[in-house]
């Protein structure tokens, strides 16, 4: 088991795209969740596919347990998932000795831009980039769970001009 | 995926015991789960761990996805189960040409015995052996998600005379 120890922040600008890196389009969804854990299925544009299962209702810390799995069955369970599939294109930024995960979503969430910086403790303090908007960690709102299997915030997707 | 097509009945007496053969310990839990799915984890006695993710509501067919994983993730998984922990040996049968299976229950279900028939094809017809008890396939207080979720049936405990 791994700790997923991440702070989530809405993205204010398109300054960090100057930087950005390694563009990877995914498909992800979700098979089952409770009210502090997500069982979800990921399938990137390469051909790779894994089931990652999160548990702790900490927005900041949780557990995580990940394996690769066949494509073929990601695709058969992502039919069968709770919710909606989710699209985006993931970029990753260096920035003060930190790597930031910038989340373009597609499809029904598309303008919605979300970065996450993963830490290996929870004494980190990652320097924070001037293209960052509000902090939302721990807000189930901006969880990817809660865009999949709610609707999500319409006020996030119309805030945003992007 | 593969389907997971099975009967399960209750056991009316101990005869089966003859026949019985392949005693296997195992202990399993539920990680998450919705009204028409579970994601559970077993570890058996030889130090196996398995996930088993299972979807569809119908009692005789369901889609199975399978995974073995590492044990030491597979307990720390267990140790942040939703309900509780089920024990049981689990015997295999041979009868008309399919293998039955019949767990024996632990701990807390002690005294349950069930015995369970997986088919390649629903038109398949096993016969069924005169050491079976009630069917209840389907029957939701039955399945090994509702024993280890919700409490299990008392009179299903005390009813059995095994």
């Known amino acids: 088991m791994a700790k997923e120890i991440e702070r989530k922040f809405l993205v204010a600008d398109r300054s ?14 979700y098979i089952a969740s409770g009210p502090d854990r ?4 990921r399938i990137t544009a390469k051909g790779k596919a894994r089931l990652t299962i999160k548990i702790g209702g900490s927005g900041l810390v949780r557990d ?3 394996y690769d799995i066949p494509v073929d069955e990601a695709e058969e ?6 919710g909606n599939v989710i699209e985006k294109t993931r970029h990753k930024v260096k920035f003060g000795g930190f790597v930031w995960e910038i989340d373009v979503f597609e499809g029904a969430y598309k303008g919605l831009v979300m970065a996450e910086v993963e830490m290996s403790s929870t004494k980190d303090d ?7 908007g ?12 809660y865009l999949a299997v709610e609707s999500g ?3 996030l997707l ?4 992007l």
């Open 134 to 145: 509000r902090e939302v960690t721990g807000d189930a709102r901006y969880s990817n769970h």
């Open 153 to 155: 915030p319409a006020e």
């Open 77 to 82: 369970m992502m039919a069968l998932a709770v």
């Open 16 to 29: 960090w795209r100057e930087n950005a890196r390694d563009a990877a389009k995914l498909r992800q969804a």
């Open 38 to 41: 997500s069982v979800r299925v």
């Open 126 to 132: 990652p320097e924070l980039p001037a293209w960052l």
């Open 158 to 161: 119309h805030a945003l001009s």
């Open 64 to 66: 995580e347990f990940e």
